[in-house]
T-cell receptor, first 116, second 114 residues
Framework: EAGVTQSPTHLIKTRGQQVTLRCSPI?????VYWYQQALGLGLQFLLW???????NRGNFPPRFSGRQFPNYSSELNVNALELEDSALYLC???????????????FGNGTRLTVT | AQSVSQHNHHVILSEAASLELGCNYS??????LFWYVQYPGQHLQLLLK??????LVKGIKGFEAEFIKSKFSFNLRKPSVQWSDTAEYFC????????????FGAGTILRVKS
């Protein structure tokens, strides 16, 4: 079984630019989650998509957005990049939403974003 | 505010020492509890989980965790660590009253000396 795949693996952008990160969930998983892992801060919840709809979002500004496609893959877009956006962005997928009791998250390896 | 606290950011142990990593959360209602582990160079993976029933849950590689509702805690334990347990460990909590988000602690980096 192929795991969660993310692209690109590394990205360097300049402050003010825009970036798009991509995620393909495990086959059969309908829920996709995005987390930001900044140094020393653990994983901060960004967005949750299920069946093509945004179900919940974390405490991030509107310049963080995303979408989920009919094939359940997902994109995370970050506009007007700031230096503090430098982090590892993790995507995870599960069979169903957080609310179910038997569907742990499966994580990808992440995209390392550096903003200069 | 929703929060998950892990008490130690760095832990260094010798092989065969016992391990206990603390995790406390601030939700008052029903919770689902998890420990995830990230080995060097690998992706995050589930170590164990608690949903209901026996508050002592056993996971992979000899790890266990105990849910103590009165203390809002879900500490991770292992009687005898190995060098291969060197990793970062994350406690995570999922609660319906907070929109079912899975909220992670800041993580604990464990280094086991051989």
């Amino acid at each position: 079984e192929a795991g969660v795949t993310q692209s690109p693996t590394h990205l360097i952008k300049t402050r003010g630019q825009q970036v798009t990160l991509r995620c393909s969930p495990i086959s059969g998983h309908t829920s996709v989650y995005w987390y930001q892992q900044a140094l020393g801060l653990g994983l901060q919840f960004l967005l949750w998509y299920d069946e093509g709809e945004e179900r919940n979002r974390g405490n991030f500004p509107p310049r963080f957005s995303g979408r989920q496609f009919p094939n359940y893959s997902s994109e995370l877009n970050v506009n007007a990049l700031e230096l503090e956006d430098s982090a590892l962005y993790l995507c995870a997928s599960s069979l169903a939403g957080f609310g179910t009791t038997t569907s742990p998250l499966h994580f990808g390896n992440g995209t390392r974003l550096t903003v200069t | 505010a929703q929060s998950v606290s892990q008490h130690n950011h760095h832990v260094i142990l010798s092989e065969a020492a016992s391990l206990e990593l603390g995790c406390n959360y601030s939700y008052g209602g029903t919770v689902n509890l998890f420990w995830y582990v990230q080995y060097p160079g690998q992706h995050l993976q589930l170590l164990l989980k608690y949903f209901s029933g026996d508050p002592l849950v056993k996971g992979i590689k000899g790890f266990e965790a105990e849910f103590i509702k009165s203390k809002f805690s879900f500490n991770l334990r292992k009687p005898s660590v190995q060098w291969s347990d060197t990793a970062e460990y994350f406690c995570a909590v999922n609660a319906a009253e907070y929109g079912n988000k899975l909220v992670f602690g800041a993580g604990t980096i464990l280094r086991v000396k051989s």
